[in-house]
């Protein structure tokens, strides 16, 4: 198996910018998790989905983040406009009935 | 006050040497304990859960204290390969979905 699938794996944009993340989870796994790491705050879960349903968006920091699920084998998270605080490496990870988590190679993003 | 609380670290230590992690967590109801292996750049990795009973693999144990919400993590045998942040980690809802991720506590296994 491929593993979660993250693309891009590097993104540097200018403030103001659209950023669209997106995740391939592992085949088969029904929960997908978006989580941001940086130095100040360690590793944050964002959002989680359980058979492509949003649970649970209580660490979506502002309304300038969005993440979907459109299918079984892919979401996106999306930030709009982009601002410098965001920097930070975005990781996806996917789990099989709540067993689990494996977490894919992470997207590093640098809003300049 | 974080949910999760560790010690940055570094431990510097010789290889061969035992090493020992604790960790402190805040919320009582949280259930399940875990701690991760995060290689410099990489993604976190699930290392070994933690049970009430305490439980090892190979040179590796972990225990738990309720009473006092506390984790610890002992390494014997330290090898170089052992290098990496170690991430403590809870779980509030008994399950693995809603995991809170301690700052990590970074080892350097030096020869």
């Known amino acids: 198996d491929a593993g979660v699938i993250q693309s891009p794996r590097h993104e540097v944009t200018e403030m103001g910018q659209e950023v669209t993340l997106r995740c391939k989870p592992i085949?088969?796994?029904?929960?997908l998790f978006w989580y941001r790491q940086t130095m100040m705050r360690g590793l944050e879960l964002l959002i989680y989905?359980?058979?492509?349903?949003?649970?649970?968006d209580s660490g979506m920091p502002e309304d300038r983040f969005s993440a979907k699920m459109p299918n079984a084998s892919f979401s996106t998270l999306k930030i709009q406009p982009s601002e410098p605080r965001d920097s930070a490496v975005y990781f996806c990870?996917?789990?099989?009935?709540?067993?689990?988590?494996?977490f894919g190679p992470g997207t590093r993003l640098t809003v300049l | 006050r974080k949910e999760v609380e560790q010690d940055p670290g570094p431990f510097n230590v010789p290889e061969g040497a035992t090493v020992a992690f604790n960790c402190t967590y805040s919320?009582?109801?949280?259930?399940?304990f875990f701690w991760y292996r995060q290689d410099c750049r990489k993604e976190p990795k699930l290392l070994m859960s933690?049970?009430?009973s305490g439980n090892e693999d190979g040179r590796f144990t972990a225990q738990l204290n309720r009473a006092s919400q506390y984790i610890s993590l002992l390494i014997r045998d330290s090898k170089l390969s052992d290098s990496a942040t170690y991430l403590c980690?809870?779980?509030?809802?008994?399950?693995?979905?809603?995991?809170?991720f301690g700052a990590g506590t970074r080892l350097a296994v030096h020869p």
């Open positions: 990870a996917s789990s099989s009935q709540g067993r689990e988590q494996f």
């Open positions: 085949s088969g796994h029904n929960s």
């Open positions: 989905f359980n058979n492509n349903v949003p649970i649970d």
């Open positions: 919320n009582s109801a949280s259930q399940s």
């Open positions: 933690v049970y009430s």
């Open positions: 980690v809870v779980n509030r809802d008994g399950g693995y979905n809603k995991l809170i």
